[in-house]
């Protein structure tokens, strides 16, 4: 009997190893690179330092690739990127095998870098508060349309994701008001939820889309206030998002 306990046991961690490696796997498919810490919370760990034996595994397997990024201002720290081979072993029947992405370390810029950890971060987020998930880099849009950060649907409703860390100008805002009154409608979207790092970056872009009045949508103006704008936009901070019922 001990000897079967010690079977068990052996091929249950087998299978556990493998299921962590898919799940990691999964997950940088869509997001490509990411950090110890943000994989870690991919397999529900609560600290980043119990990833490390299945990220090196993984490195060492040829399925993933490290890099020490050197950013001006940050303390040096490592990204873990799928490689062309980890990419080939979850790639499912739908994926076009010629547009199977793989980690380039000189592509990563400090504008980029943080952007795209934020949207992980979110991403995770959202899985907790019950959405699922859709990375929109292999989204079909039509042209003019804007593709957003991400999308989480529940409860039979989509949303547009936007993770804004940086403001943009006040008519730009005002396009992407109009582009994304018209997208709804266009693929039965709920609307848009934006998130944003602080309260004060939060309350100052919804304040912007306040102020737009008028939009053209399916070709004609419609006067927009701002009951309008609260019915298909939402604006949360990283925090409310987090704890939101």
Known sequence: MAGDNFIRSYSERMAKKQDNETEIL??????IFSTAEILSKVLNYTAASTAYGTLNRMCTNGLLSTEQINLGGYRPFKLYGITQHGAVMVMEDHDDPFKLKAFEPSKITLSTLEHRLDIQRMRLVAKNQGYQWKSTSN????KGQKYPDGLMRKDGNIWAVEVERIAKSPKRYREITEIYL??????SWSGVVYLFPNAQLRDR???IFHAVDSATIAGQLHRITPEIIDRYFQFKNYEEFMYED
């Open 26 to 31: 999964r997950f940088l498919k869509d997001e």
């Open 139 to 142: 989204l079909k849009l039509e």
């Open 182 to 187: 018209n997208q709804i409608t266009q693929n």
């Open 205 to 207: 872009v919804r304040r």
